[in-house]
Nanobody, 120 residues
Framework: QVQLQESGPGLVQPSQTLSLTCTVSGDSITTNGYYWNWIRQAPGKGLEWIAYITYTGSTYYSPSLKSRTSISRDTSKNQFTLQVSAVTPEDTAVYYC????????????WGQGTQVTVSS
C-alpha cells in the first residue's frame, strides 16, 4: 500500500522560503511510470498544480509559479521536496503531495495534506 506524508512548517513569514518534504512508503519514487507531484489548495479556491518530478528525475513546473519554485528528490530517503521562495500571504494553502501514473490524468494516491500559513 502506497502512502505519502507531507511535512514542513505550519507557519512561514512573508518573503521567506517555504520548504516541504513528501516521504513515500510502499513504493519507490524511481519506479518506472510515475510522476510525483505537489498540489495546493488555497482557502476558498480549487486545486492548483505546482510541479512534479518524474521517476527519472526530470522536473516540470506550473508557468505561474516556476520562477519561485523548485522540486527535488532524495532517492536514498525516498523523499521529494518542494521549495517556494519569496512567499506571500497568497501562498497560504493546504499543500498536498500526490502520485500520478504517467498514463492517467489524475493522481491515484494523495498525502493527507499539510496546512501552510504565510503570516508575520
Amino acid at each position: 500500500q502506497v502512502q505519502l506524508q507531507e511535512s514542513g512548517p505550519g507557519l512561514v513569514q512573508p518573503s521567506q522560503t517555504l520548504s516541504l518534504t513528501c516521504t513515500v512508503s510502499g513504493d519507490s519514487i524511481t519506479t518506472n511510470g510515475y510522476y510525483w507531484n505537489w498540489i495546493r489548495q488555497a482557502p476558498g479556491k480549487g486545486l492548483e498544480w505546482i510541479a512534479y518530478i518524474t521517476y527519472t528525475g526530470s522536473t516540470y513546473y506550473s508557468p505561474s509559479l516556476k520562477s519561485r519554485t523548485s522540486i527535488s528528490r532524495d532517492t536514498s530517503k525516498n523523499q521529494f521536496t518542494l521549495q517556494v521562495s519569496a512567499v506571500t500571504p497568497e501562498d497560504t494553502a493546504v499543500y498536498y503531495c500526490a502520485r500520478l501514473p504517467r498514463l492517467l490524468n489524475e493522481p491515484d494516491c494523495w498525502g493527507q495534506g499539510t496546512q501552510v500559513t504565510v503570516s508575520s
